[in-house]
């Protein structure tokens, strides 16, 4: 069964430092994909940054990189230069199979959220 | 503006009382999605629609109903025989079961008491 587990419950980062969110996944698919998503407290999802598990480059979107080891079957989350606004939780999550199926629903499957706090 | 609009953004209901939230969308998606998020918690799938007319269950789709009469639309009703359905409710939807992204909307934050 698909699974993504995130260890860690809270993280706290100073202002203008880089951060690292774990997540590990596990899944038989050969073909899936790997998505970041923040939360603010107001609520809604916003997606961050997505890599194909046959991506050979790490995905990066400005201050957004996923450090992407297939073979550990991690894909953590960097944030460069933490800002104030970075406060939020943060979604791990995975797409099952991406080969055209009748089976794919095309879901989302998502790990418990760590939660990350900037200091000024 | 396209997006996903749901509303209202806070629900309060008796217990036992049947309660329908609203997902709108007008990007032109053909893929729906309902999840539902308990505190501290990730996102669960509760229904989905992949087509007009149709829509399939999630892994948590006991005590709700669904409808997909229009592209734009879909609707999610929380019955009574849902044994807890105090929750934040997200709707998403994508191009195609295929697409690569999940746009989300803004939330329904329901309160049974």
């Known amino acids: 069964a698909q699974k993504i587990t995130q260890t860690q419950p809270g993280m706290f980062v100073q202002e203008k430092e880089a951060v690292t969110l774990d997540c590990t996944y596990d899944t038989s698919d050969q073909s899936y994909g790997l998505f970041w998503y923040k939360q603010p407290s107001s609520g809604e999802m916003i997606f961050l940054i997505y890599?194909?598990?046959?991506?050979?480059q790490n995905a990066t979107e400005g201050r957004y990189s996923l450090n992407f080891q297939k073979a550990r079957k991690s894909a953590n989350l960097v944030i460069s230069a933490s800002q104030l606004g970075d406060s939020a939780m943060y979604f791990c999550?995975?797409?099952?199979?991406?080969?055209?199926?009748?089976?794919?629903?095309?879901?989302?499957?998502f790990g418990q959220g760590t939660t990350l706090q900037v200091k000024p | 503006d396209g997006g996903i609009t749901q509303s209202p953004k806070y629900l309060f209901r008796k217990e036992g009382q049947n309660v329908t939230l609203s997902c709108e969308q007008n990007?032109?998606?053909?893929?729906m999605y309902w999840y539902r998020q308990d505190p501290g918690q990730g996102l669960r799938l509760i229904y989905y629609?992949?087509?007009?007319?149709?829509?399939q269950k999630g892994d948590i789709a006991e005590g709700y109903s669904v409808s997909r009469e229009k592209k734009e639309s879909f609707p999610l009703t929380v019955t009574s025989a849902q044994k807890n359905p105090t929750a934040f409710y997200l709707c998403?939807?994508?191009?195609?079961?295929?697409?690569?992204?999940?746009?989300f909307g803004p939330g329904t934050r329901l309160t049974v008491t």
């Open positions: 998403a939807s994508s191009i195609d079961r295929r697409s690569r992204e999940q746009y």
């Open positions: 990007l032109n998606h053909d893929a």
């Open positions: 629609s992949q087509i007009v007319n149709d829509f």
């Open positions: 999550a995975m797409r099952e199979a991406l080969l055209l199926s009748s089976g794919n629903t095309g879901k989302l499957i």
């Open positions: 890599q194909g598990s046959y991506d050979e």
